[in-house]
Structures are given as C-alpha cells and as structure tokens.
C-alpha cells in the first residue's frame, strides 16, 4: 500500500522551531522529487519547498527562504523540513507529496501521492 505520512507538527511560539518528517511506504522516493505544501484556514494551498530526486536541488517559496530548509534521506526513505524562526502566518496544514521527477517541481498538478498533512500552529 502506498502512503506517506507526516509527523512533526504541534503548537510553537513565534521564532521557535519544528521539523517535519515524510515517511514513505510502499514505495521508494528515490525517484521522485518530493514538496511540501501548506493550506491555512480559509485559504488556497500553497507550496512551500521542493527538493529534486537527482542533485538534491531545492526550491523555497519566498515566504519561507532562509528560515526553512529541505532534506532527504534516502535510506529512511523519508524527507525532512526544519522550519525555524517560525511567525504566526506559518500557521497551516502542512502537506507532503511526491512528483515523478528527476528535477525539482512546482507545479502542484504534477504531484501524484499526497500524505494526509500535519498540523503546524504558530501562537503565543
């Protein structure tokens, strides 16, 4: 059975930190290239990072470069995203999914398999 499921959520203070994981089962990542999206209340999904299943290039939506950061683990077939300095408009669902793709992809009609999303809250 294919899956992906994310962990790592929970409520932060502003500029605290969090790392999400996407486990992978089922299935290898090897080949895919793997993004992480957000949906906050009353708003479109957004994406947030990508990282390529070749070289390990990465892309980053400007709300988040420099304070987040993309990773793979291969072996653990499971890919990683440490958010720090986080803000209250960080506040979403984060979601992880795959795309079958050598290169990063940021077009969210490209991704296939998506994970059932994480709950990240930001408040004081």
């Known amino acids: 059975q294919v899956q992906l499921v994310e962990s790592g959520g929970g409520l932060v203070q502003p500029g605290g930190s969090l790392r999400l994981s996407c486990a992978a089962s089922?299935?290898?990542?090897?080949?895919?290239?793997i993004g992480w999206f957000r949906q906050a209340p009353g708003k479109e999904r957004e994406g947030v990072s990508c990282?390529?299943?070749?070289?390990?290039?990465?892309y980053y939506a400007d709300s988040v470069k420099g304070r987040f950061t993309i990773s793979r683990d291969n072996a653990k077939n499971t890919v990683y995203l440490q958010m720090n300095s986080l803000k209250p408009e960080d506040t979403a669902v984060y979601y992880c999914?795959?795309?079958?793709?050598?290169?990063?992809?940021?077009?969210?009609?490209?991704?296939?398999?998506w994970g059932q999303g994480t709950q990240v809250t930001v408040s004081s």
């Open positions: 999914a795959t795309a079958w793709s050598i290169v990063v992809v940021t077009r969210e009609s490209e991704y296939d398999y």
């Open positions: 990282i390529s299943s070749s070289d390990g290039s990465t």
């Open positions: 089922g299935f290898t990542l090897d080949y895919y290239a």
